[in-house]
């Protein structure tokens, strides 16, 4: 007979069995692994799973919610029993050989009739009367880009500002001094609703109700390559009127560059409201930031050849391409490969892993692995456009080209005329240009006048530049 209990105060999860002690247990999901402590002896034995994990030299977190596979070797957990009195409340359930850790809130919130009721609380009650920014990245699913750097810019000149931050669970690690608010949650409505700014670098999704006095800077995250909103292949009526629904719900929004300045307002329907037209926050790091330090967080040591693998989501699937091998290729490059996956491919995917791989797709500034890469591995991503602040090497691993240039995305402009850097359709094209120096040099013209175009900007103040505006236009007090 084999049992599993949760442990509220230990934060963990027990299972118990007959028979011989196990030689192994873990606990896997899509971005998180844990291993468990073995005990017993003789008849009995006990497996108790840590529910909290420290990943990339952070702070140790809770699991992030979601589906997680159950792995005793020689268990068969097909039966396993649970003993329910213990799960109340505590947001995880166990069926057995899969565990789902639901996010950080109470049942009656968790269903449909609860969310629709504080969504309606949310509507009626006023709001935008609170000196605070409510800030959102990706959906909640991280604490990252250009918001994070207005954040940490708003808090030294600001300090007076309370600084909420969406996220989809506390596995989400905030900024020091922000609070956590988790979707969905009464703090999460009430907060959405009580801010004076809300920061967002992505659609808002759920319902808006504007309150008096609340405004929306969308941030953006990214330069364009490929088309967007309603720009996108095919007509699609219901496409369109959610794009302009959404975009109606902006106040403001921020670009990397005049390039961007035309396309986000075209491709968005954003007319007759202003767009700052101020470099990117995000990148800031990419001038200022300290490489040492990231290295290290990684366990990379300071003279290892670092490449970034990271290509854009696709359309026609949930995971990451899987057009590179890690690591034969971090074997056949002498380097350590990091592989970023699109916000998009965090939660479906599963993480990689290699000698001399590490996968950071849930790492959460993606600007900081930039500025740590000795090259950057890409496809269609607007990575692209921040990168090349570093000046650094660019390979466009693009096997799928006319595919996704001609059936699934389309471009605004001719990357194989304008790249900064060599196409290339296999890795070992990829691997005989990154042995080749000439393969990048031979760019320098194109990589110049892309800089001159797209990264004029982005000089390291980025971030003193939007939070000025928005302490000179009032949004918020300092």
């Given amino acids: 007979m084999t049992t599993a209990v949760i442990d509220g105060q230990r934060e963990a999860l027990i299972v118990a069995g007959d028979g011989a002690r196990p030689t192994g247990a873990v606990l896997e999901g899509p971005r998180a692994r844990v291993s468990a402590v073995l005990t017993g002896r003789g008849k009995t034995w006990k497996a108790t799973f840590p529910l909290r994990a420290a990943r990339f030299g952070g702070s140790e977190l809770p699991l992030p919610s979601g589906e997680y596979t159950l792995l005793i070797e020689g268990v068969d957990l ?13 947001g995880v359930a166990v069926h057995g050989a899969t565990v789902r850790i639901d996010p950080p809130l109470e049942a009656v919130h968790l269903s449909a009739e609860g969310q629709r009721t504080l969504e309606e609380r949310y509507v009626a009650q006023p709001g935008g009367s609170e000196n605070a920014v409510f800030f959102e990245s990706f959906y909640g699913q991280s604490a990252g880009c250009n918001p ?11 300090p007076g500002v309370v600084r909420y931050w969406s996220v989809t669970d506390l596995s989400v690690a905030v900024p020091e001094g922000a609070v956590a608010v988790v979707e969905g949650s009464p703090e999460w409505w009430r907060a959405r ?19 008096d006095g609340q405004r929306v800077l969308q941030t953006w995250h990214g330069t364009p390559l490929k088309r967007l909103a309603l720009h996108r292949p095919g007509f699609d009526p219901r496409r369109m009127a959610a794009v302009v629904k959404e975009s109606r719900r902006w106040d403001v929004l921020l670009a990397q560059n005049r390039y961007s300045e035309r396309i986000l307002a075209k491709a968005y329907a954003f007319f007759g409201k202003p767009i700052w037209v101020d470099g990117y926050p995000r990148d800031d790091v990419l001038v200022n930031g300290d490489a040492a330090a990231v290295r290290a967080a990684l366990g990379i040591g300071p003279e290892e050849r670092v490449l970034l693998y990271a290509p854009t989501w696709r359309d026609d699937r949930a995971e990451i391409v899987d057009f590179v091998d890690p690591e034969q290729l971090a074997r056949e490059a002498d380097a350590v490969v990091l592989v970023r996956g699109h916000s998009r491919t965090l939660r479906p995917g599963r993480d990689q ?3 001399r791989v590490i996968d950071v797709t849930g790492y959460p500034q993606t600007a900081e692995l930039l500025l740590i890469a000795d090259a950057l591995i890409t496809d269609y991503s607007s990575v692209m456009f921040d990168f090349s602040v570093t000046r650094r090497p660019m390979y466009f691993l693009v096997p799928d080209l006319e595919h996704y240039r001609g059936r699934l995305r389309g471009f ?19 691997v005989a240009a990154l042995a080749d120096p000439s393969a990048s040099t031979a760019f320098a013209e194109k990589y110049e006048a892309w800089r001159r175009q797209f990264n004029a900007l982005d000089d390291g103040r980025a971030a003193e530049r939007v939070v000025s505006r928005i302490l000179d236009l009032g949004f918020v007090e300092a």
């Fill in 78 to 90: 097909s039966g396993v029993a649970v003993e329910r009195q213990l799960l109340a409340g505590l």
């Fill in 353 to 355: 892993d290699g000698a």
């Fill in 412 to 430: 605004y402009f001719d990357l194989a005329e304008r790249a900064p850097g060599p196409l290339l359709r296999t890795q070992e094209e990829l």
């Fill in 193 to 211: 609703a009580a801010a004076r700014l809300l920061v967002v670098n992505d659609w808002l999704r759920r319902r808006f109700s504007r309150k």
């Fill in 148 to 158: 994070r750097a207005i954040d940490r810019e708003l808090a030294t000149r600001a």
